[in-house]
Structure formats: C-alpha cells, structure tokens
C-alpha cells in the first residue's frame, strides 16, 4: 500500500530524539527556546490553540468555506462569530487567509489579517498581520504536537501548561535542516505527476505542493477506487457546504501522495492508478 502522507524523518531526527531522551529532560527548555528564536514565534500546544490566543479580543472572522473544522473550533473556543464565505469576503471584518495544499494566497491590504501558514510556513513576510502554524504530525514541519504564533505582540505569552516539549521541539529543529531539499523534492514529483497528467504545474514561488491536489469528476469514488488498487489517495478536505464553491470542491478534489520519501517506483503507481480511476 502507498500511503498518503509518509512522515519525512530520517536517521538524523531519531539519534536527536534518543540523544535527548537519555538525558531525562524533555519539558519545554532549551529545545522549545531555540525552536522559538529560529521561526521568531512562541510555541503553544497546537496550532488550534496558536489560532485561539491570536483570536482574543476578536469579535468576528471571515473563513474560507472550503477550509477544516479545526479552524471552526478555533473560533468557538474563544468565543469569535465566524462567517463563511466562498469568493468575496464580507469587507472591512477580520480575515483568515490560507495558503491552502501550499498555494500562495493574496493576502488583503484593507482589514486586519490572519494568516494560516501551516500548509506553508515560508511564506510569511507581513509583519502587520498575524501568523501561525501547526507543528501536528502531518504538517511540513511537523513534530507530532504544537503549534507556533507569529504575531505582532512579542510581550504577550502563553500558559507554561500548553507549551510543547523539547522532544517535539527537536524534531522540528532537525527537520529545518533539510527543509529546502524537502521542498525541491515535493516539487520534483508534482512535476512528474504535471507532465504525466497533462497538467500546468505552479510557479516555484507560488506553489510547493504540501498537498498535490487534482479536480475529478467524482472525488469520493475516485478515491475509493484508487484504495482498491493500493494507492492511497484522500479527499483532503471532507464537509459539505450550502456555497457553490465550496460544495464543488469538497466533491471534486482528490488529493495525490506527494512527500519526499515517496519512491519513483511508487509514483509510477499512483500515476498508473489515477489515469485508471479519474
């Protein structure tokens, strides 16, 4: 079975961990302080929580309605009516950009900006909005838990209790040490699936793939067929909604596997798989 998401740690990431591990130190010190200076943020438990505290003293938010329900939860935790939109935001309201699957979103000059960056961590360079990051698992720098807040209020901190460890904090570190290769290699296979497909691949500047994503006629059904085959691809963001937009793409997007430890043989597969299934 091919995956859709593979973990990218190598070796180096697991002596970092069994090196720290031995020492019998792994709450939040030296590991977290060093990630903290590095993406010039403050961690906290998860990137729900990083999106909660930047919300606060917030009363409403324009969200994407093609978007998770984390997001959603989010503001319910901190008590912030959400509206949902599909093409045009509602103006002069807060609003939440995300740089979705890697894609580089326009980001608004008329109203107070949030940016999700965790599909995309590079791109923020608007220091008169706010930013954060999820560090779960799956993300680009994913380190099992955790989230970082890159806003404009460096004095403000968050709870001890809901700050990561180092043993997340150093796999996050690690991680940034072959983060561009990482990077390069997503685009290497979007490429490859690009030129198999017939389809026009993004501007390296634009676009880095955290998420290789392709519109088909029946998403669920593609999916499935593609699972029967071994291949596992995934309707990367499930829901329904009552927007045009919205409903379309939660019904059309498929989403390929795409990571740097994916082999070529195994992009062949999902290659093969999809021209069968799509």
């Known amino acids: 079975v091919i995956p859709h998401n593979r973990i990218s740690h190598t070796e180096k990431e697991a002596q970092k961990v069994a090196q720290l591990v031995s020492t019998g130190q792994i709450q939040a010190g030296v590991q977290v302080a060093a990630l903290e200076e590095k993406l010039g943020g403050r961690c906290v438990g998860s990137g729900t929580a990083a999106l909660t505290e930047i919300l606060d003293g917030e009363y409403y938010l324009n969200i994407p ?13 901190a008590n912030v009516d959400f509206i949902l939109y599909d093409e045009d935001p509602p103006p002069r309201i807060p609003i939440l950009v995300i740089h979705t ?31 954060f990051l999820s560090l779960g698992a799956t993300k680009l ?4 838990e955790g989230g970082i807040i ?6 403000r901190h968050p709870p001890v209790d809901d700050r990561i460890t180092d043993l997340e904090a ?47 006629a029946d998403a669920q059904e593609t999916v499935r067929r593609m699972k029967a085959l071994g291949v596992w691809a995934e309707q990367p963001i499930e829901g329904s909604s009552s927007f045009p937009g919205a409903s379309h793409k939660f019904k059309s997007i498929v989403s390929l596997p795409c990571y740097p430890s994916l082999r070529r043989e195994e992009q062949d597969r999902v290659i093969e798989a999809f021209r069968e299934c799509a």
Do not use: M, N
Request: hydrophobic residues 35%; aromatic residues 14%; contains cysteine.
């Open 65 to 77: 309605a093609y978007s998770c329900y984390a997001i959603r939860r989010a503001c319910e935790r």
């Open 101 to 131: 699957f890697g894609k580089r979103q326009r980001i608004p000059e008329d109203r107070v900006v949030i940016e999700d960056l965790s599909h995309a961590p590079w791109y923020w360079k608007h220091p008169e909005s706010y930013g």
């Open 141 to 144: 720098l994913g380190g099992g």
């Open 150 to 155: 890159l806003d404009r209020f460096g004095e």
């Open 170 to 216: 150093s796999l996050v570190l690690s991680r940034l040490t072959h983060f561009q290769e990482d990077l390069i290699q997503r685009r290497f296979i979007a490429k490859r699936y690009c030129d198999a497909l017939d389809l026009e691949i993004e501007p390296s500047g634009d676009h880095v793939y955290f998420r290789f994503t392709v519109e088909v």
